[in-house]
């Protein structure tokens, strides 16, 4: 059973409009949520986290929203350029429980169109 | 520069055969891990080292090993057990608590 759901394989977007990739999550014990980016044949990169004390967090064109009612997350690209283009993993952990133990989901294709 | 550095990039394995890939961090870092991604999947979790000499299993250790001697340090050994061992390996490392850092990869290839 999947506890961290990434719903879309894969998303196109046009240049300077905004990506929006979807998170949902089952497990209730999670506290503390990240996105990561990841080129082919390449480790993934760290983008930005949220606390489940925090509903938003900013980090340049980057901005994670987080619905803990919802048990869903989600990540906003503003503009989208053409090196955003990559796979992007949804991670959760239970920092509070489980702390080394940080669960991905299957990752969701973007594909920025010049 | 500090960071997570595994060896080797590529890798063929014959049939039968057991290969270790090695990782090493020099960021202090207390806790380590091996994920496994296949094409078109997601990121599964083998092992993982909270402190040395101490690891646990994760969701798809069959047919793995490990071993945490040293902070900096955590190899995978990919026995012969292992039915399916092709893939890109990633190991990882943490602070307690924080973000994960991956590695740029392995990619093994049974031959």
């Known amino acids: 059973d999947q506890q961290v759901k990434q719903n879309s394989p894969s998303l196109s977007v046009q240049e300077g409009r905004i990506s929006i990739l979807n998170c949902d999550y089952t497990n209730s014990m999670f506290d503390y949520f990240l996105w990561y980016k990841k080129y082919p044949a390449e480790g993934p990169t760290f983008l930005i986290s949220?606390?489940?004390?925090?509903d938003k967090n900013e980090d340049g064109r980057f901005t994670v929203f987080l619905n803990k009612s919802a048990k869903h997350l989600s990540l906003h690209i503003v503009p989208s350029q053409p090196g955003d283009s990559a796979v992007y993993f949804c991670a959760a952990s239970a920092l509070k429980t489980s702390y080394d133990k940080v669960i991905f989901g299957p990752g969701t294709s973007l594909s920025v169109i010049p | 520069d500090g960071g997570i550095t595994q060896s080797p990039k590529y890798l063929f394995r014959k049939e039968g055969q057991n290969v270790t890939l090695s990782c090493e961090q020099n960021l202090n870092h207390d806790a380590m891990y091996w994920y496994r991604q296949d094409p078109g999947q997601g990121l599964r979790l083998i092992y993982y080292?909270?402190?040395?000499?101490?690891?646990q299993k994760g969701d798809i250790a069959e047919g793995y090993s490990v071993s945490r001697e040293k902070k900096e340090s955590f190899p995978l050994t990919v026995t012969s057990a292992q039915k399916n061992p092709t893939a890109f390996y990633l190991c990882a490392s943490s602070r307690q608590g924080s973000t994960i850092y991956f590695g740029e990869g392995s990619w093994l290839t049974v031959v």
């Open positions: 949220i606390s489940s004390i925090k």
């Open positions: 080292s909270q402190i040395v000499n101490d690891f």
